[in-house]
Protein backbone atom coordinates (compact mmCIF):
# COMPACT_ATOMS: atom_id res chain seq x y z
CA UNK A 1 0.00 0.00 0.00
CA UNK A 2 0.68 3.77 0.07
CA UNK A 3 3.49 5.43 2.16
CA UNK A 4 2.75 8.30 4.16
CA UNK A 5 5.32 9.85 7.01
CA UNK A 6 4.80 12.09 9.06
CA UNK A 7 7.46 14.35 11.17
CA UNK A 8 8.39 14.41 13.97
CA UNK A 9 7.09 11.37 16.19
CA UNK A 10 7.06 13.08 18.79
CA UNK A 11 7.80 16.83 20.37
CA UNK A 12 7.98 18.11 23.52
CA UNK A 13 7.79 22.48 24.05
CA UNK A 14 7.08 25.01 26.19
CA UNK A 15 3.59 26.57 26.20
CA UNK A 16 3.67 29.55 23.80
CA UNK A 17 5.78 28.44 21.63
CA UNK A 18 4.53 27.13 17.64
CA UNK A 19 5.43 23.29 16.15
CA UNK A 20 4.83 22.24 13.00
CA UNK A 21 4.42 18.73 11.66
CA UNK A 22 5.08 17.81 8.08
CA UNK A 23 2.81 15.19 6.59
CA UNK A 24 4.27 13.26 3.23
CA UNK A 25 2.91 10.98 0.74
CA UNK A 26 6.07 8.78 -0.25
CA UNK A 27 4.81 7.14 -3.18
CA UNK A 28 1.42 9.08 -5.00
CA UNK A 29 0.17 12.04 -4.92
CA UNK A 30 -2.30 12.76 -2.79
CA UNK A 31 -4.96 15.20 -4.13
CA UNK A 32 -6.30 15.69 0.01
CA UNK A 33 -4.66 15.30 3.26
CA UNK A 34 -6.27 15.22 6.55
CA UNK A 35 -5.26 16.21 9.73
CA UNK A 36 -6.87 14.13 12.94
CA UNK A 37 -6.42 14.98 16.42
CA UNK A 38 -7.03 11.89 18.82
CA UNK A 39 -7.12 12.45 23.00
CA UNK A 40 -6.31 9.44 25.09
CA UNK A 41 -9.03 6.61 24.85
CA UNK A 42 -11.13 8.17 22.20
CA UNK A 43 -11.78 7.86 18.72
CA UNK A 44 -10.46 10.37 16.02
CA UNK A 45 -11.14 13.83 16.07
CA UNK A 46 -11.10 15.38 12.03
CA UNK A 47 -9.64 18.61 12.22
CA UNK A 48 -9.23 19.83 8.74
CA UNK A 49 -9.40 18.64 5.10
CA UNK A 50 -6.67 20.19 2.61
CA UNK A 51 -6.56 19.88 -0.78
CA UNK A 52 -3.36 20.57 -3.12
CA UNK A 53 -3.07 24.34 -3.82
CA UNK A 54 -6.49 25.50 -1.98
CA UNK A 55 -7.03 26.77 1.57
CA UNK A 56 -8.12 24.35 4.09
CA UNK A 57 -11.67 23.13 5.65
CA UNK A 58 -12.02 22.94 9.29
CA UNK A 59 -14.04 21.28 11.01
CA UNK A 60 -16.74 23.42 13.90
CA UNK A 61 -14.63 24.31 16.58
CA UNK A 62 -11.43 24.30 15.51
CA UNK A 63 -9.52 27.45 15.25
CA UNK A 64 -8.04 28.22 11.58
CA UNK A 65 -5.93 30.61 13.17
CA UNK A 66 -4.18 28.54 16.08
CA UNK A 67 -3.65 25.42 13.33
CA UNK A 68 -2.70 26.50 10.22
CA UNK A 69 -2.60 24.10 7.66
CA UNK A 70 -0.33 24.16 3.82
CA UNK A 71 -0.73 22.02 1.00
CA UNK A 72 1.66 23.51 -0.94
CA UNK A 73 2.26 20.69 -2.88
CA UNK A 74 0.82 17.10 -3.98
CA UNK A 75 3.27 15.14 -1.52
CA UNK A 76 3.20 17.62 1.55
CA UNK A 77 0.85 19.10 4.23
CA UNK A 78 1.81 20.65 7.03
CA UNK A 79 0.17 21.47 10.02
CA UNK A 80 1.99 24.06 12.76
CA UNK A 81 0.04 24.51 16.11
CA UNK A 82 0.39 28.41 17.39
CA UNK A 83 1.13 29.28 20.45
CA UNK A 84 0.78 25.85 21.62
CA UNK A 85 -1.02 25.17 25.21
CA UNK A 86 -0.92 22.49 27.61
CA UNK A 87 -4.36 21.00 26.58
CA UNK A 88 -3.23 21.56 22.52
CA UNK A 89 -1.41 18.06 24.03
CA UNK A 90 -2.78 15.43 21.85
CA UNK A 91 -1.92 12.85 19.08
CA UNK A 92 -1.67 14.21 15.54
CA UNK A 93 -2.12 12.11 12.33
CA UNK A 94 -2.13 12.84 8.90
CA UNK A 95 -3.62 10.85 5.95
CA UNK A 96 -3.75 11.28 2.39
CA UNK A 97 -6.04 10.02 -0.25
CA UNK A 98 -4.91 9.83 -3.92
CA UNK A 99 -7.64 11.32 -6.67
CA UNK A 100 -8.56 7.44 -7.68
CA UNK A 101 -8.85 6.43 -3.91
CA UNK A 102 -11.46 6.23 -1.61
CA UNK A 103 -9.42 4.90 0.72
CA UNK A 104 -7.26 7.32 3.29
CA UNK A 105 -3.50 6.29 4.23
CA UNK A 106 -2.53 7.06 7.45
CA UNK A 107 0.73 8.65 8.85
CA UNK A 108 2.21 7.21 11.79
CA UNK A 109 1.11 10.21 13.75
CA UNK A 110 2.92 12.86 15.95
CA UNK A 111 2.59 12.94 20.00
CA UNK A 112 3.00 16.44 20.72
CA UNK A 113 3.37 17.49 24.60
CA UNK A 114 2.87 21.22 25.83
CA UNK A 115 4.29 21.94 29.05
CA UNK B 1 -27.62 13.72 11.53
CA UNK B 2 -24.81 11.23 10.87
CA UNK B 3 -23.91 8.37 13.14
CA UNK B 4 -21.52 5.52 13.14
CA UNK B 5 -22.18 3.10 16.20
CA UNK B 6 -20.61 -0.04 17.13
CA UNK B 7 -19.67 -1.37 20.63
CA UNK B 8 -17.45 0.14 22.80
CA UNK B 9 -15.66 -2.81 24.04
CA UNK B 10 -15.81 -6.13 23.60
CA UNK B 11 -13.86 -9.20 25.31
CA UNK B 12 -12.63 -12.55 23.77
CA UNK B 13 -10.62 -15.66 23.92
CA UNK B 14 -7.05 -15.93 22.77
CA UNK B 15 -8.05 -18.88 19.85
CA UNK B 16 -11.71 -17.97 19.24
CA UNK B 17 -13.66 -15.81 16.96
CA UNK B 18 -15.09 -12.71 17.43
CA UNK B 19 -17.62 -10.39 15.45
CA UNK B 20 -17.68 -6.50 16.19
CA UNK B 21 -20.79 -5.06 14.54
CA UNK B 22 -21.48 -1.07 13.11
CA UNK B 23 -24.20 0.22 12.08
CA UNK B 24 -24.33 3.78 10.19
CA UNK B 25 -26.75 6.69 9.49
CA UNK B 26 -24.94 8.87 6.70
CA UNK B 27 -26.01 11.20 4.50
CA UNK B 28 -25.38 8.60 1.60
CA UNK B 29 -22.56 5.93 0.95
CA UNK B 30 -19.85 5.63 -1.13
CA UNK B 31 -17.85 2.76 0.77
CA UNK B 32 -17.43 1.27 4.75
CA UNK B 33 -13.96 0.75 6.00
CA UNK B 34 -11.95 -0.80 8.77
CA UNK B 35 -9.41 0.33 10.70
CA UNK B 36 -7.19 -1.51 13.54
CA UNK B 37 -5.30 0.89 15.88
CA UNK B 38 -2.95 0.21 18.92
CA UNK B 39 -2.98 2.06 21.43
CA UNK B 40 -0.09 4.89 20.81
CA UNK B 41 -0.16 4.00 17.01
CA UNK B 42 -1.85 5.43 13.52
CA UNK B 43 -4.68 3.08 12.43
CA UNK B 44 -3.82 0.77 9.84
CA UNK B 45 -6.32 -0.78 7.14
CA UNK B 46 -8.15 -3.46 6.93
CA UNK B 47 -10.77 -3.51 4.66
CA UNK B 48 -13.08 -1.54 2.31
CA UNK B 49 -16.46 -3.04 1.31
CA UNK B 50 -18.69 -1.15 -1.33
CA UNK B 51 -20.98 -3.59 -2.66
CA UNK B 52 -22.95 -5.95 -0.26
CA UNK B 53 -21.15 -9.41 0.96
CA UNK B 54 -18.57 -10.68 2.62
CA UNK B 55 -14.98 -9.48 1.66
CA UNK B 56 -12.78 -12.41 3.35
CA UNK B 57 -8.91 -11.60 3.77
CA UNK B 58 -6.66 -14.12 6.11
CA UNK B 59 -8.17 -14.26 9.52
CA UNK B 60 -10.10 -11.21 9.09
CA UNK B 61 -13.62 -10.83 7.09
CA UNK B 62 -15.73 -7.82 6.28
CA UNK B 63 -19.58 -8.21 5.64
CA UNK B 64 -21.31 -5.13 4.47
CA UNK B 65 -25.30 -5.04 4.24
CA UNK B 66 -26.28 -1.62 2.61
CA UNK B 67 -30.22 -1.69 2.72
CA UNK B 68 -29.34 -2.53 6.63
CA UNK B 69 -27.00 0.46 7.18
CA UNK B 70 -24.49 -2.51 9.06
CA UNK B 71 -21.56 -3.87 8.99
CA UNK B 72 -19.33 -6.13 10.96
CA UNK B 73 -15.22 -7.46 11.59
CA UNK B 74 -14.63 -10.96 11.81
CA UNK B 75 -11.79 -12.36 13.64
CA UNK B 76 -10.91 -15.81 13.78
CA UNK B 77 -8.33 -17.63 15.60
CA UNK B 78 -7.31 -14.91 17.76
CA UNK B 79 -3.88 -13.93 18.97
CA UNK B 80 -3.09 -11.95 21.82
CA UNK B 81 -1.94 -9.45 19.04
CA UNK B 82 -5.33 -8.48 17.85
CA UNK B 83 -6.17 -6.35 20.79
CA UNK B 84 -6.40 -3.15 19.82
CA UNK B 85 -9.01 -0.98 18.73
CA UNK B 86 -11.38 -1.71 15.50
CA UNK B 87 -12.86 1.53 14.33
CA UNK B 88 -15.89 1.91 11.45
CA UNK B 89 -15.94 4.77 8.76
CA UNK B 90 -17.97 5.15 5.96
CA UNK B 91 -17.63 7.53 3.15
CA UNK B 92 -20.49 9.73 2.80
CA UNK B 93 -22.10 11.42 -0.20
CA UNK B 94 -19.33 14.18 -0.30
CA UNK B 95 -16.72 11.89 -0.07
CA UNK B 96 -16.19 12.68 3.87
CA UNK B 97 -15.26 9.67 5.98
CA UNK B 98 -16.89 9.87 8.90
CA UNK B 99 -15.62 7.98 12.09
CA UNK B 100 -17.15 5.61 14.64
CA UNK B 101 -15.39 5.93 18.19
CA UNK B 102 -14.22 2.69 18.11
CA UNK B 103 -14.50 -0.82 19.53
CA UNK B 104 -11.68 -1.57 22.34
CA UNK B 105 -10.84 -5.63 21.81
CA UNK B 106 -9.45 -7.19 24.88
CA UNK B 107 -8.05 -10.56 24.21
CA UNK B 108 -7.49 -12.84 27.12
CA UNK B 109 -5.24 -16.16 27.12
Known amino acids: GAVVSQHPSWVICKSGTSVKIECRSLDFQATTMFWYRQFPKQSLMLMAT?????????EQGVEKDKFLINHASLTLSTLTVTSAHPEDSSFYICSARGAADNEQFFGPGTRLTVL | GQNIDQPTEMTATEGAIVQINCTYQ??????LFWYQQHAGEAPTFLSYNVLDGLEEKGRFSSFLSRSKGYSYLLLKELQMKDSASYLCAVIDSNYQLIWGAGTKLIIKP
Open chain 2, 26 to 31: TSGFNG
Open chain 1, 50 to 58: SNEGSKATY
